[in-house]
């Protein structure tokens, strides 16, 4: 049976000479696939390829990429691509939610699959996390970060198969007809998700798409579009609960590109003086209507600031307020 050891090269220099010297002395540094951890002391970016020689030499190109000085390659001789694509969301997912480094990665095309002896693969994954804390590339154990908020509500989650559908197709449509203002429904049950998808698109909405990823991704054709339609989003998301909206600002405080700015309670966006162009609302079915409320006059304050009638709902509030709306509701 082949050998599934995962080894950690040593680090390198990442610069102008890296490409050159990873092709000449690495077993993995062309027609293989591997893994990549590019650092600085404040910021990283993971990274998987077939050909690290080329893949490093396009990073050099990338203005943030400059400012990352250490490079190390992730791979065995066992290595597949399934293996790599596996890996790096690993890495990317945890690494996110240790918060040692600030990752630069976007969250496009992260999406769960199957491979031939994949758990036997992942039992080495830990090994490959133990080795990254004895090279001081993260803090803490995996148990601790599968166990915290930025772990869980990550937007580096990888997608299952319907969530990813599911948001391919809300992309597709943007691009499509971002021109005229629509609304999106996603039902589902409690605990297949939702909070998770809209997470996880408010992130790819807000992030430039990787030069490095495959243009044949319907996804990523997509983004792409609608980039050039629209060089930034005003996107933010509305959550009734205050106190998942404060793990939520917090874990957004952490991730590139996103801030605890960009989530709302419905009030706060009546009473916003930006008009947006999308709003992801969590847990919809939870938006309030003025009847059987018992404080009910910053409510009719709320109407009044938006032109609204007495019979005002929350959900109006956004619709007046956003351009585009996903609605993340459970129907039952």
């Not at 080795?131 to 997608?159: T, V």
């Not at 998700?193 to 030069?211: F, H, N, P, Q, R």
């Not at 709902?313 to 509701?329: A, G, M, R």
């Amino acid at each position: 049976m082949p050998n599934k050891t995962i080894s950690i090269s040593a680090p390198l220099n990442f610069d102008k000479t890296t490409p050159s010297i990873v092709q000449l002395s690495s077993p993995f540094g062309s027609d293989w696939p591997v893994v990549y951890i590019i650092n600085n002391d404040q910021e990283a970016y993971v990274g998987e390829t077939i050909d690290a020689s080329a893949r490093l030499s396009q990073h050099l190109d990338n203005p943030d990429r400059k400012r990352l000085h250490t490079v190390r390659l992730i791979s065995g001789r066992s290595f597949n691509k399934s293996v790599a694509l596996d890996l790096e969301a690993f890495l990317i997912s945890h690494m996110a939610a240790d918060n040692k480094f600030r990752l630069q990665n976007g969250n496009a095309g992260q999406q769960k699959h199957n491979y031939y002896q994949r758990s036997e693969y992942e039992s080495h994954f830990e090994k490959v996390w133990q080795d990254l804390q004895c090279q001081r590339l993260a803090n803490k154990n995996l148990r601790e970060i599968e166990n915290s908020n930025l772990f869980k509500y990550s937007p580096y989650k990888s997608l299952t198969q319907d969530q990813y559908t599911t948001i391919a197709n809300i992309v597709q449509s943007f691009a499509n007809n971002f021109q005229q203002d629509s609304i999106f429904f996603v039902n589902g049950a409690p605990g297949t998700g939702k909070t998770i998808l809209g997470i996880y698109l408010l992130k790819l909405l807000s992030s430039k798409v990787d030069e490095g990823i495959s243009d044949s991704d319907n996804l990523i054709q997509n983004l792409q579009r609608l980039q050039h339609q629209v060089s930034r989003l005003k996107i933010g998301m509305v959550i009734s609960m205050s106190n998942l909206r404060n793990i939520v600002q917090e874990v957004f405080s952490t991730i590139d590109g996103l801030n605890s700015n960009m989530v709302y309670s419905p009030s706060q966006i009546a009473h916003s003086q930006a008009t947006f162009d999308l709003l992801i609302v969590d847990e919809a079915h939870r938006l309030r209507r003025r009847k059987n409320l018992a404080q009910y006059s910053s409510h009719d304050k709320a109407n009044r600031i938006l032109g609204l009638g007495d019979e005002g709902t929350e959900l109006d509030w956004i619709l007046k307020k956003s351009k585009h709306c996903v609605l993340l509701y459970d129907q039952d």
